[in-house]
Each structure stands twice: as structure tokens, then as C-alpha cells.
């Protein structure tokens, strides 16, 4: 399954095969096996992060001070994940 990326506001920056800056609002699913890393948070940043490993759902909130971890079920994540990979908007993204 990939990671989802959601940039809650501020600037967040993703390095990985490119390195990519999110705004407020931006959504990066990444590949699933895909080495990508996050920098120190630049001031007034925030984001969360939702990923699977071993049969559970992990979910991160975090900004420049605060940081909340928390674990699910893998399921219903999974398949709202899922369809969300299948997605597509009119802009093709």
C-alpha cells in the first residue's frame, strides 16, 4: 500500500526520487516501497501522514512542536485507500 502525504498548511517538503514541496491542501500518494524522507519542518508547517505496515493503518498529525502517532486496524483505511489510488479528478492527476 503507499503512504498518503496531506499538508495541512505551510510548505512540506518530500524528498524521494524528486524532492517535491506540498501546499495547504496538497495530497502525495507515494508507491508503495518507495525510500522517501522528510526534512525538518519549515515554521508554520503541518501535515499527516497515513501509512500500512504489518496489518495496521499508522496515522501521523504533526507540525514544527507536536507530534501524534497513533495505529488502526488496517481496515476500512485500506480500502478507502485503495480507491483513492483508482481515482482520477478531470485534470488526469
Known amino acids: 500500500m503507499p503512504t498518503l502525504m496531506l499538508c495541512l498548511g505551510g510548505q512540506l517538503r518530500v524528498l524521494g526520487r524528486q524532492t517535491l514541496d506540498l501546499g495547504p491542501g496538497d495530497l502525495l500518494l507515494i508507491e508503495p516501497g518507495c525510500w522517501h524522507e522528510h526534512p525538518v519542518l519549515r515554521p508554520g508547517t503541518s501535515y499527516f501522514a497515513l501509512g500500512f505496515l504489518a496489518g495496521r493503518c499508522d496515522m501521523k498529525f504533526c507540525d514544527g512542536e507536536h507530534q501524534l502517532w497513533g495505529a488502526v486496524p488496517e481496515e476500512p483505511c485500506r480500502q478507502q485507500m485503495e480507491a483513492l489510488m ?8
Do not use: I, S
Open 86 to 93: 483508482f481515482a482520477t479528478d478531470e485534470g488526469g492527476r
